[in-house]
């Protein structure tokens, strides 16, 4: 076997394991468990509470509806302190749960679910 044949192999390895990853990376259940306890003051969390608490903060129903809004996105975002908030920053595992429940949320309306 050549070696090209081998690194297609090998790269198509790589994909197929990222991509199962990538599925995997945080649990969506546990991410609204989090957010209930550290978002919701502010923060609309469940699919129905559009309109969240403080109303500059968009819900997370909103925020999974904004176009481009994708996990590199709000990885980044929750790396950067809040705007009045100089505390709330989500990084870790934290981020990865509460990004999952978020990114879940990514069609509920227009599917009539949840
Ligand atoms: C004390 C109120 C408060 C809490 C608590 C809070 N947020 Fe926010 N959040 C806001 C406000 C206000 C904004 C809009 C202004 C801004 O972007 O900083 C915002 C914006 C955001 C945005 C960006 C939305 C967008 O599209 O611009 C995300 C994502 C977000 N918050 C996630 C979270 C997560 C996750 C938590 C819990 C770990 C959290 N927030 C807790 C008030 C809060």
């Not at 994909?15 to 969506?28: C, F, K, M």
């Not at 003051?41 to 699919?47: A, I, N, T």
């Not at 925020?63 to 950067?80: D, P, S, W």
């Amino acid at each position: 076997m050549g070696l090209r044949p081998a690194i297609a192999a090998v790269v198509a390895g790589a994909l197929l394991v990222s991509l199962a990853a990538a599925d995997e990376i945080g649990n969506p259940q546990r991410g609204l468990d989090y957010a209930q306890a550290n978002c919701a003051d502010c923060h609309g969390v469940l699919p129905e509470d559009y309109v969240s608490p403080v109303l500059e903060a968009p819900s997370f129903q909103a925020v999974a509806e904004t176009k481009g809004v994708t996990r590199l996105a709000l990885t980044a975002f929750l790396q950067t302190p809040h705007a009045d908030m100089p505390n709330l920053v989500v990084t870790g595992e934290d981020a990865d749960i509460v990004i999952a429940y978020i990114l879940s949320l990514k069609g509920a309306t227009a599917a009539g679910v949840r």
